[in-house]
Every structure is written in C-alpha cells, then in structure tokens.
Nanobody, 127 residues
Framework: QVQVVESGGGLVQAGGSLRLSCTAS????????MGWFRQAPGKQREGVSC????????YYADSVKGRFTISRGKAKNTRYLQMNSLKPEDTAMYYC????????????????????WGQGTQVTVSS
C-alpha cells in the first residue's frame, strides 16, 4: 500500500525555524509529485508548496515565498520543507501529499488532485 508520512512539527517562537520531512513508500517515487499543504482550525486546506519528482521544479504560496523552501533529500523517497522566519499565522496542521504524476497539478495547489496523504504534523508558532 502507498503510505505517506510527515514529521518534524513542533512549537517554535516567531522568527524561528523548523524542518518538516516527508517520506513515502509503496510507490515509484520518481513518478509522484509531492506537495505540502496546511490547514488551520476553521479554514480550508491550502497549498504551501509542491515539487516535481524529476525536474525539481518548485511552487510556493505567496504567503511563504522567501521563507519556506521545498527540497528533495538524498534519499529519493524523502522531501523536506524548510521553514524559516516563522510567523504566528503559519500555525496549522501540515500535510504531505503525493500526486500520481511526476508534475504538480494545474493549479499546483489543487488538493483534489493529490491522492495520497499523510496524517499531518502540527506546527505552532508563538508570539
């Protein structure tokens, strides 16, 4: 079975940093684009970033550009989301998701187009 697992969340003060990790199993990783999404209580899930599985083309939400970086780990089944200069408004449950294509959706943040999701990791930024 396809399994997606994310980790690395926690509590951090504003201005601090966290690095989230995403691993996947049960799939041919080079064929799956990976995205990061987040959802705060009372809000809809929104796209944070996405990376293609082969070209490494990346996409970011305007709210995180210049602060967050998505990358591929040396292990081919691993992706990271480096989050710097965190703000209280970044507080949310963060999810890693896989799309059964090597490229991201159009638009890249279309949650319905990602078929496999992790359980989420909580990120809380205090002021």
């Amino acid at each position: 079975q396809v399994q997606v697992v994310e980790s690395g969340g926690g509590l951090v003060q504003a201005g601090g940093s966290l690095r989230l990790s995403c691993t996947a199993s049960g799939l041919t990783f080079d064929d799956y684009a990976m995205g990061w999404f987040r959802q705060a209580p009372g809000k809809q899930r929104e796209g944070v970033s996405c990376i293609r599985s082969r070209s490494s083309t990346t996409y970011y939400a305007d709210s995180v550009k210049g602060r967050f970086t998505i990358s591929r780990g040396k292990a081919k089944n691993t992706r990271y989301l480096q989050m710097n200069s965190l703000k209280p408004e970044d507080t949310a449950m963060y999810y890693c998701a896989a799309r059964n294509r090597s490229y991201c959706a159009v638009p890249w943040y279309d949650t319905a187009d990602f078929g496999y999701w992790g359980q989420g990791t909580q990120v809380t930024v205090s002021s």
